[in-house]
């Protein structure tokens, strides 16, 4: 099922939370929700998942308005919210059993749901537990169990990964990932490498705006712009390789970075690379070339770019 | 209709989890026991074969009892956040407001027929009067409801369940007692109108075996208006 969000609009008093944003969703599609803490994030996720009322423009699921009365759109809804509000006096079992029961899972299969369930998000050996026995990463996987124990085309997952181990945090990504290849997935998160890891797209959201959107990639390039090599080249006069570096026609700049160390920096003329004229340059002046290295930009950098000031 | 029932269902095993209904089950029966049988106007001091006294007590004990079971109702699922993941369920507003409402009913309602034995030791007593205590029950339900409405609407104001007992044991005030005094102090009109809001009044003419379709919807007015207002603060999330 797609999200369709169309010139979405939601203030608290005179802040504008979430200001006049556009977005799609397709199915199979993970959708890393990306910003600053108070960005709009949760914000927008509580308009998606209906929590809170859409106060200008639209969100459409599976083409049909949330406003539409019509739409029960929660059924094909998964939500973890931030935090992970738990019934903790409940034990797993009935605590899951009443989620499905909610959600319009059938009688009959209610019971087979709730053992995919604890099967996939590994909670056998504490199934007989009370919620509140439970230590964090327990609980963010019952959150998560929940939010998907009626099978739902969108899952909205809002910051899935807090609180776990490292262990736990590779399992649920990659359980985010398979999930994603069939449903339509937005997480959000500010732990960047999770996005990297989990995510086909990234939408990056601050102060209510969105400021980039598109894959990692796309994002790199676009932050990038030119080729940065990082290089060391022995066995050679540090300012003659200097100078030849700096006269090779796809070079725009380079610098020395260390002298004893012999380690330069270059900057490609735009859309060219350098490494195949510097190999050939360092064979035919008999230097050794022992590193050469692409600086990539980092997906940091770019969110540090994007969201600070 | 399901989908309320789930709920209930939910919120009277948590009562039993918890303990707080054997707590407030326990209290209930031991305060009207103890008035009804023992201590001051009993029943042997009235020397009837009626449970007049039991039904004037047990309308006292629900009026104080009832706060403690819906204060935690929709004051502890928002401070936890848990109503942000019930309402994002395939559930309305309205049908967790009458959820909650259900499985509170259904906790009083357990504790009057713990009464029961009462009312067959009446009975062997003397000649007890059977269509009076009937509508005697018929009454302490009615009135249940209305401050199990009233209890709703107090915990779905605040975070805080001490403020929502509080909030609903003022507001159940004026209705027990504040009406019906304000009902005495005025004459004419203004008297006749605290006269009909006051609470008191309308559950002593049932308990008495008088059934009238004004106190019906007296009752259900106040159930209504208290599950309405309570529906329309969850609503409040929409625009804020």
């Not at chain 2, 959820?99 to 009464?115: D, E, H, M, Q, R």
Request: proline share 3%; glycine share 8%.
């Amino acid at each position: 099922m797609d999200i369709q969000i169309e010139n979405l609009t939601k203030s608290y008093g005179p802040q504008k939370a979430v200001n006049n944003i556009n977005f799609d969703v397709k199915t199979g599609e993970v959708l890393g929700f990306l910003g600053p803490n108070g960005a709009g994030k949760s914000t927008t996720m509580k308009m998606i998942t209906g929590y809170i009322g859409i106060e200008k423009g639209d969100i459409r699921i599976g083409g049909k308005s949330l406003t539409d009365p019509e739409s029960n759109f929660k059924q094909h809804i998964g939500y973890l919210p931030e935090n992970n509000p738990l019934y903790l006096d409940m034990p797993i079992i009935d605590y899951l059993e009443f989620c499905a029961a909610l959600q319009g899972v059938e009688k009959t299969k209610i019971d087979d749901r709730i053992k995919e369930m604890i099967g996939l998000c590994g909670l056998n050996r504490e199934k007989h537990k009370k919620i509140g026995e439970l230590s964090k990463g327990y609980r963010q996987r019952v959150g998560l169990a929940q939010a998907m124990i009626h099978d739902p085309e969108i899952l909205v997952l809002d910051e899935p990964t807090t609180g776990l181990d490292p262990n736990q945090i590779i399992e649920i990504r990659k359980l985010i990932r398979d999930l994603g290849k069939e449903k339509t997935v937005i997480l959000s998160t500010h732990i960047l490498p999770e996005v990297e890891a989990t995510c086909d797209r990234i939408l990056i959201i601050n102060r209510g705006n969105i400021v980039a959107n598109g894959t990692p990639e796309t994002l790199r390039k676009q932050a990038q712009g030119n080729e940065v090599l990082k290089l060391r080249i022995e066995d050679g006069d540090v300012e003659t390789i200097l100078k030849s570096l700096n006269a090779l026609d796809t070079v725009q700049e380079a610098d020395l970075v260390h002298r004893e160390e012999n380690l330069f920096e270059v900057q490609s003329v735009a859309q060219q690379s350098s490494k195949r004229n510097i190999f050939n340059l360092c064979v035919e002046k008999k230097w050794v070339l022992t590193e050469l290295t692409p600086l990539e930009t980092k997906l940091e950098d770019i969110f540090r770019n994007l969201t600070v000031n | 209709m399901h989908t309320i029932w789930t709920i209930a269902k939910r919120e009277l095993a948590t009562f039993f989890d918890s303990l707080i209904a054997y707590i407030i089950l326990a209290l209930f029966l031991g305060f009207s026991g103890f008035f009804t049988w023992l201590y001051g106007n009993d029943i042997f001091l009235v020397g009837q074969a009626n449970l007049r006294v039991f039904f004037n007590i047990a309308s006292w004990s629900l009026f104080f009892f009832i706060p403690a079971i819906t204060m935690k109702m929709l004051a502890e699922e928002r401070k936890t956040g848990t109503l942000e993941l019930l309402l994002t369920k395939s559930v309305s507003d309205r049908e967790v407001i009458l959820g909650k409402f259900l499985g509170s009913i259904l906790l009083i309602c357990i504790a009057l027929t713990a009464t029961l034995p009462y009312v067959i030791t009446v009975a062997n007593i003397g000649n007890l009067d059977n269509g009076g205590t009937i509508c005697g029950y018929l009454g302490l339900l009615l009135l249940s409801i209305a401050y199990t409405a009233i209890g709703i609407f107090a915990s779905s104001i605040t975070t805080n369940q001490i403020v929502a007992f509080m909030t609903a044991l003022l507001i159940g005030l004026f209705f027990q007692i504040i009406f019906g005094v304000l009902a005495q102090n005025f004459t004419g009109s203004l008297g006749q109108f605290f006269d009909t809001l006051d609470l008191q009044s309308h559950f002593e003419s049932i308990s008495r075996g008088v059934l009238d379709s004004k106190d019906l919807v007296y009752f259900l007015s106040i159930t209504v208006l208290g599950l309405y207002l309570g529906e329309w603060s969850l609503s409040k999330r929409h625009i804020s």
